[in-house]
């Protein structure tokens, strides 16, 4: 059973522009995260935030966290087309990822 | 430093056969885990070791077993292969869970197994 879902299932965007994608659940967390999967690739850690922070930022990348309306999102500002991948929120505990979206940033 | 390195990187079994998977880490993390992933099903965990000595099962454990063999290398055995297990493998190390949070996991390459 999926706790983290990501919306939209894909997104195609040109270089340059901001990328939204968002993640609900259902049960409280202890914190969520976000990961990136390159076609092919294990996932690599984007960042982490917790349930007692509302907003974080690292780099290009923005994540807020709603916990009323059990929902986060991520930006990622000025895209480029290596962030072209897939993106997949886990909610912890425990630790679940969603099925994620697919990011397709075009030049 | 490596992170997590998988082995083998691509296998075919034929149904009924067994194998395992390698699975080692190189960060002195406790925690390591086992997922697999589906198209279009997201990462779905099969068991887990919180830590050394240790091991639970995840969401999909049935026709899996593991071995913690030590803090570095945590393998997955799969006993009598069926095609329901084709699948991408991921093997993810991290730090001890506290008080009900994970810190973040490092993921291996993958393995990619095909039953026929």
């Known amino acids: 059973s999926q706790q983290g879902e990501e919306d939209p299932q894909a997104l195609s965007i040109q270089e340059g522009e901001n990328a939204t994608m968002n993640c609900s659940y259902k049960t409280s967390i202890n914190n969520l995260q976000w990961y990136r999967q390159n076609s092919g690739r294990g996932l690599v850690h984007l960042i982490l935030i917790r349930s007692n922070e509302r907003e974080k930022h690292s780099g290009r990348l923005r994540v807020t966290l709603d916990t009323s309306k059990k929902s986060s999102s991520l930006l990622i500002t000025a895209s480029r087309a290596a962030d072209t991948a897939s993106y997949f929120c886990a909610t912890v505990p425990p630790l679940v990822f969603g099925k994620g979206t697919r990011l397709s940033v075009i030049a | 430093n490596a992170g997590v390195t998988q082995t083998p990187k691509f296998q075919v079994l034929k149904t009924g056969q067994s194998m395992t998977l390698q699975c080692a880490q190189d960060m002195n993390h406790n925690s390591m885990y086992w997922y697999r992933q589906d198209p279009g099903m997201g990462l779905r965990l099969i068991y887990y070791s919180a830590s050394e000595g240790t091991t639970d099962k995840g969401e999909v454990p049935n026709g899996y077993n593991v071995s913690r063999l030590n803090k570095r290398e945590f393998s997955l055995r799969l006993e009598s292969a069926a095609p329901s297990q084709t699948s991408v493998y991921f093997c993810?190390?991290?730090?001890?869970?506290?008080?009900?949070?994970?810190?973040?996991?490092?993921f291996g390459p993958g393995t990619r197994l095909t039953v026929t």
């Open positions: 993810a190390s991290s730090e001890v869970r506290l008080a009900g949070g994970y810190y973040e996991q490092y």
